[in-house]
């Protein structure tokens, strides 16, 4: 786990002295947009237009951020259009690796070892964390955006006149509540149980671990009058609510302390995150091997053994009672 200063890369964990032991997740950089005609989206600049095979993704299968662009890929019927690339599970002193003899598949672009060596060829002199999801343009060599919210909404729609497929999971009359739940998800659970599993004080955990059941069981209650997030209609505020909800019963309930209860024990949740599991094509994107590794294995300073823990023994191909 580090990051690179001035394009040097420095072996460090994250810094939770100078915030009384609680986590604060740094902001994506890089925040360009792929469009239909290549004029530039809503941040960074123009020149990415939509093609088939211009783009490279590059994923960790157990991350929660990356996991959300594979998803888009996928129901967005993009798998021909952008290829991919998976780190290894295992982000020890060098970051992120390409280590095949450790699960990656290996950098298809650049056979590089390191994913720093992407950031830094795309900008020799770059400071910041090097993360997953990366979306990589093959043509000018450079990454055009680094932040998975932004990365949906460009699979949600750039691509559409190519593919025909016409989805549309960020409706327009739909966005504001889409919005707004959205900004609540990510506070309270999908960053919240990083804020919980990464506290380094009794303080901030406690904080986070309120927070996180709070909004949990106000989800809990939202699905027992809806069927999704935003009424009846299937948004990515739900794709987004997934990747934390498949993770949570595997990784976080026992590595980040996330344990006044499961996801299984509510029975609306439980219901529901079957049903996005089961919808077309998603499940082959979850993969339990990837999620448990990087965690358990990564975290060192979580879990000095190392040690992945076998359970829980969980099948979420079961029926479920939700309207499909
Ligand atoms: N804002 C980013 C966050 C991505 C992110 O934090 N990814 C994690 C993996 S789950 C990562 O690569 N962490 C490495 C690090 O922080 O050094 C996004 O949503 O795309």
Redesign the pocket.
């Known amino acids: 786990?580090?990051?690179l200063v001035n394009g040097q890369w420095h072996d460090k964990w994250?810094d939770t002295k100078s915030s009384n032991g609680e986590f604060k997740?740094?902001?994506?950089q890089l925040r360009n947009w792929i469009t239909p005609d290549g004029e530039p989206g809503l941040s960074g600049e123009g020149g990415f237009m939509a093609q088939k095979g211009r783009y490279h993704l590059y994923v960790?299968l157990?991350?929660?951020?990356?996991h959300?662009?594979l998803i888009f890929r996928t129901i967005k019927g993009l798998e021909e259009y952008i290829d991919v690339s998976i780190v290894s599970p295992d982000?020890l002193e060098n970051?992120?690796t390409f280590d095949k003899a450790a699960s990656s598949t290996g950098d298809a672009l650049y056979d590089s070892e390191f994913?720093h060596q992407l950031y830094s060829k795309n900008k020799a002199d770059y400071t910041g964390?090097?993360?997953?999801?990366v979306l990589w343009d093959k043509y000018q060599q450079r990454i055009v955006?680094?932040?998975?919210?932004?990365?949906i909404r460009m699979f949600n729609d750039a691509f559409n006149h190519l593919t025909g497929n016409a989805l549309d999971f960020y409706p327009q009359h739909l966005r504001n509540s889409i919005d707004e739940i959205n900004a609540f998800i990510y506070e309270n659970i999908n960053n919240g149980v990083?804020r919980t599993g990464f506290a380094t004080s009794q303080e901030a955990y406690e904080q986070a671990f309120g927070q996180l059941f709070n909004a949990l069981d106000k989800v809990e209650h939202l699905l027992s009058e809806n069927q999704y997030l935003v009424g009846d209609t299937l948004t990515e505020a739900d794709w987004r609510l997934f990747t934390t909800l498949i993770r949570f019963d595997a990784v976080y309930v026992g590595h980040f302390k996330c344990n006044k209860r499961t996801i299984e024990s509510y029975p609306n949740l439980s219901n529901y995150i079957r049903a996005l599991f089961q919808y077309s094509g998603v499940a082959k994107t979850v993969d339990f091997y990837h999620i448990k590794r990087?965690y358990y294995f990564s975290h060192t300073m979580i879990n000095p053994t190392q040690v992945v823990p076998q359970g829980p023994d969980i099948d979420y191909s079961t029926r479920h009672n939700r309207a499909s």
Do not use: D, F, K
Request: proline share 6%; hydrophobic share 40%.
């Open positions: 786990m580090g990051l994250y997740r740094e902001a994506a960790s157990a991350c929660p951020w990356a959300r662009t982000m970051g992120w994913m964390r090097v993360t997953v999801p955006s680094n932040e998975s919210s932004e990365i990083y990087h």
